[in-house]
């Protein structure tokens, strides 16, 4: 708030929670809307011993008050107001403005999402932003509100994809409302409907979510295509500082802040590049789809930024998309496409800032044009780390596709099987679903996967069976963050048990670690055959 815009049109107060076009400023201030009667429901331990709190913190009466959502009491120099951004909607690289309600664009941000705290704590600089607390000037025309059903989702997801080494926005603490409630749609139990079929009330709830920025590729477009058409005096100038403060929060460590700004931009492009590549590389190798991959659902940072309608894929399907409105632009082997659409977003953001530069101009396109053969190579060393081998080969993971897909297997039991490097093929069928597709012969199939399952391992002779399996096994998790697993959990929390979010916290934040025989047999197991294409827990139209 002291370093970049404020909307010249905002009021200082915050008390800014009807929808309304905002044209220039990088952030309006808006005061959250509290939540009812809030109770804690969980933190993160983890995220709490790395900033020096105390657990305790988390259910004391100031900590509850501000992070959900109240600031009214807050000492100085803490502000009683938090600030709201607006962002562009690309979809897979094209435009929108139609959703906006002023069909401008002017009307797109953080429509429920609003930053309250920013502080350097252990050299780090962190910026907190509650999820769900109120209406800003971007929410067209919503309640502001998130439910506890989808902060569950996101709680936990943050929590998990930390622990499996995913760059991520991290989660701080979350809050339910006692008395508040609202109507959302959504699925009956049991419904195999594409959309919700029903309306319900749900509890309200804050979660708070923790990164660096929040930044996005959106935001980034929003200033620059301002920029272009000249749409104000200071866009330009606005565009340049928006990207200049960027440098400053994620990449201060990679970027020499003496450079000019046009090196800095071109070293931007590169390294936003690597950090996407690598993120996207990720997600695939623990099976995670981001569902909703637009381009004001891209950090710029290069973090996993959005727990709308992801998912993690049970069955291995290059096609798998849990979000019905999603598409295969936006599908599980597709997200390198898709993060490579909004690279090139990113890309003509920057472009404004360098017109007058034709070599800066030059290296820039190069970077982007380059960007499939960085992601492709990511991409084969990301499932040469999974198969335990010192390179890819291109034949054998072909052959292993088309088995897995054939067959069809679970993909994290199978690679986690895998991973003990087996003298059969007996315990990958630990990982096997019983509808084989394309499958007439079962005994010629099994000859298939027993003669992958030596050419496998005639490519990995140079190494000792010990030291691939340890290897791999810090590549493979062994739990994993199912949507039917975590649909009981919120189940319960909203009728104020919380013991199986807490469960789910512990078991999927040691990922990688064998844990009790009770969690191996809970959590390391099939998709129940009920369960498949169940609404609101193998796909769903909406997060909430």
């Known amino acids: 708030m002291d370093s970049l815009n404020c909307d010249p049109d905002a009021k200082a107060n915050g008390r800014d929670h009807e929808p309304r076009q905002v044209f220039t400023g990088h952030f309006v201030p808006v005061s959250p809307t509290p939540i009812e009667n809030p109770e804690y429901v969980v933190h993160s331990k983890d995220l709490f011993r790395e900033l020096g709190f105390a657990d305790s913190m988390a259910q004391s009466t100031d900590f509850v008050r501000v992070f959900s959502g109240d600031l009214t009491g807050v000492p100085e120099p803490m502000r009683k107001v938090g600030w709201a951004c607006g962002y562009a909607l690309s979809i897979y690289g094209t435009e929108y403005t139609q959703q906006c309600p002023f069909q401008t664009g002017n009307g797109y941000g953080d429509g429920r999402a609003i930053s309250v705290f920013e502080s350097v704590i252990k ?129 201060g460590d990679v970027i020499d802040h003496t450079l000019a700004t046009t090196e800095k931009v071109v070293l931007l492009a590169r390294e936003f590049r690597r950090r996407l590549t690598s993120l996207v590389a990720n997600w695939i190798r623990v099976g995670y789809c981001q569902g909703n991959f637009n381009s004001d659902n891209c950090a710029a940072g ?61 290296q820039l396109d190069e970077i982007r044009e380059g960007f499939a053969g960085v992601m492709q190579a990511e991409m084969e060393s990301m499932w040469a780390a999974k198969l335990g081998l010192a390179d890819f080969h291109p034949a054998l993971f072909s052959e292993l596709a088309t088995l897995m897909v054939q067959t069809p297997v679970d993909y994290t039991i199978f690679f986690r099987e895998l991973s003990n490097v087996p003298d059969n093929i007996t315990p990958l069928k630990k990982s096997f679903y019983k509808n084989s597709r394309n499958v007439s012969d079962p005994l010629e199939f099994e000859k298939r996967w027993s003669a992958w399952l030596g050419k496998w391992k005639s490519a990995a002779q140079s190494r000792s069976r010990e030291a691939q399996s340890r290897e791999m096994k810090l590549a493979n998790p062994k739990y994993i963050l199912r949507e039917w697993l975590v649909v009981p959990a919120y189940q319960q929390a909203a009728a104020g048990n919380y013991s199986l979010i807490r469960e789910l916290q512990k078991v999927m934040t040691q990922p990688y670690e064998e844990q009790s025989e009770d969690v191996e047999e809970k959590y390391y197991r099939l998709k129940p055959a009920e369960l498949f294409d169940i609404g609101g827990s193998s796909h769903y139209s909406c997060s909430s």
Request: aromatic share 12%; proline share 6%; charged share 25%.
């Open 302 to 362: 290069g973090f996993t930024l959005d727990y709308g309608p992801f998912g993690f894929c049970d069955v291995f399907d290059p096609r798998f998309q849990p979000w019905t409105g999603g598409g295969l632009h936006y599908s599980f082997l597709n997200q390198p496409a898709a993060a490579e659409r909004n690279f090139h977003t990113f890309c003509s953001a920057l472009r404004p800032l360098l017109t007058e530069y034709r070599e800066s101009v030059q």
């Open 123 to 251: 050299g780090r600089r962190l910026e907190m932003q509650l999820k769900g607390s109120g209406r800003t000037p971007y929410c067209r025309g919503g309640d502001g509100r998130a439910v506890l059903r989808s902060s569950v989702r996101e709680f936990l997801a943050q929590e998990h994809m930390h622990a499996l080494g995913v760059p991520t926005s991290r989660s701080l603490s979350l809050y339910v409302s006692k008395t508040e409630k609202v109507q959302r749609p959504w699925y009956s139990e049991g419904s195999h409907s594409q959309n919700p079929d029903i309306l319900v009330f749900e509890p309200v709830a804050i979660t708070t979510r923790v990164a660096p920025s929040f930044i996005r590729v959106g935001q980034l477009e929003l200033f620059a295509r301002r920029a272009r058409k000249h749409e104000h005096p200071q866009a330009m100038e606005e565009l340049e500082k928006l990207v200049l403060h960027l440098i400053d929060r994620e990449y």
